[in-house]
């Protein structure tokens, strides 16, 4: 089974009665092929749960892919305020699974510490920056404030907009790193194909059968046909298409889907050392020469398509911060569906009603930072333990208040 020590916990132990209706070879099946998904089928196959993940889509087509990875610094350990505190545990998960992922796969993830400068146009964007500076350094971040002359010193490819005082000043968090999603992807799935996760691709879960308080089954569509999949627990982490398939759990989920568009710039040589940040808009220098340009927020339905005066607006952006562009290629553009939660929490924790279901969704922005941290609580709570951190405020019928976005 899964490697627990004794007694094996409900989750994951057939009772007599159902062992003798259907020989289950599944201990969790979890629903959803991106980060989250990947991350928790990794970490309960490493702990010796027989896995399997049912993936709607192609990896390529997830919000994981699409997102820029910015890794913000991690507040410091035993934060109060449990988003934060979730945060800190991943992020120090994050550098532990990298060496791990390369020495299992071969696979580097382009997890590097790089550093954010976070910018201001005017003296109110300076003013809302010393609040956002001081909420850092509240978290025992290492902040450094930047006036005009420091910032050139800092980042000379902001030159342009520094002399021509379309910015300010700004502050360096230089503990802010950067990882390539679509590598992490890459070297989950080995990883979990090494640690013997069985992997359903196009598989998309039109029922969930329950009874007695338990889930029995999925009524699932694939390549193949259709089949119902039986495991001894499952796991709920389908990111914005989470709250369709809560409903069969009777659980309402606001997960709706924010849509996030990208633009990939080509220059020469590049110009920029660090990630920069002004407002919710951002530019990530890869090694390659290469720089991301975003994002956006939209709430516009399950709609994955950039728009052409989006990714527009985006380049003047970039433009701005950077100067002319004219000898740059913006080599593609794309947008992903990042699953927004009513109150700018992830959800995470059993379904209400059921011991044998789990939800991990509604990262929105931070899915890619979190991931690794969620698999833990997740597979602590699959085993029956204690998680990490406290979970009372992610839990799946908690009080929904106004939509929140980071």
């Not at 087509?61 to 988003?83: E, M, R, V, Y």
């Not at 569906?337 to 700018?344: A, K, Q, T």
Request: with cysteine; charged share 20%.
């Amino acid at each position: 089974m899964c490697g627990f020590t004794w007694p094996i916990p409900p989750t994951c132990r057939s009772t007599p009665d159902r062992f003798q209706s259907t020989l289950l070879t599944i201990d969790c099946c979890i629903i959803g092929g991106g980060i989250i998904g990947l991350s928790i089928a990794r970490e309960l196959a490493g702990r010796g749960c027989r896995v399997r993940l049912l993936a709607r889509e192609p990896r390529r087509q997830t919000s994981s892919w699409a997102a820029a990875g910015i890794l913000p610094p991690a507040p410091l350990p035993n934060q109060p305020d449990p988003k934060a505190a979730l945060t800190a545990l991943s992020d120090r998960l994050h550098w532990q699974w990298a060496a791990e992922l390369r020495a299992e796969t071969g696979i580097d993830n382009g997890l590097r510490r790089c550093g954010g400068v976070y910018l201001a146009r005017d003296a109110s964007g300076l003013e809302s920056l010393h609040v956002e500076a001081d909420r850092w350094r509240g978290q025992g971040v290492t902040c450094a404030w930047l006036d005009r002359q420091e910032l050139l010193a800092a980042e000379p490819g902001l030159a342009t907009a520094v002399v021509e005082g379309r910015i300010t000043g700004g502050f360096l968090l230089p503990e802010e790193a950067r990882i390539r999603p679509p590598w992490q992807l890459d070297a989950l799935e080995r990883s979990c194909l090494a640690r013997g996760v069985s992997l359903g691709h196009s598989a998309a879960v039109e029922r969930v059968e329950v009874a007695g308080g338990r889930v029995t089954g999925l009524g699932v569509r694939g390549e193949r046909g259709t089949e119902t999949v039986a495991a001894d627990c499952y796991v709920l982490a389908a990111g914005a298409w989470s709250g369709g398939l809560a409903g069969q759990f009777g659980l309402r989920l606001d997960t709706r889907p924010i849509r996030g568009q990208i633009a990939l710039v080509r220059f020469s040589g590049q110009p920029l050392g660090h990630v920069v940040n002004l407002g919710l808009d951002y530019l990530v220098p890869r090694e390659d020469g290469r720089v991301l340009v975003g994002s956006t927020l939209e709430d516009s339905g399950f709609d994955p398509v950039t728009v052409p005066a989006t990714i527009e607006a985006l380049l003047a952006m970039a433009s701005e911060l950077l100067g002319d562009l004219s000898t740059a290629v913006v080599e593609r553009a794309w947008a992903g569906l990042r699953p927004g939660s009513v109150d700018g929490l992830p959800t995470i924790g059993p379904v209400p009603g059921y011991d044998n279901a789990f939800v991990a969704t509604g990262h929105f922005r931070a899915g890619i930072h979190q991931s690794p941290g969620t698999a833990v609580i997740v597979a602590d709570l699959v085993e029956g333990k204690s998680p990490p951190v406290e979970i009372t405020a992610f839990a799946p019928d908690r009080a929904s208040g106004s939509c929140g976005q980071r």
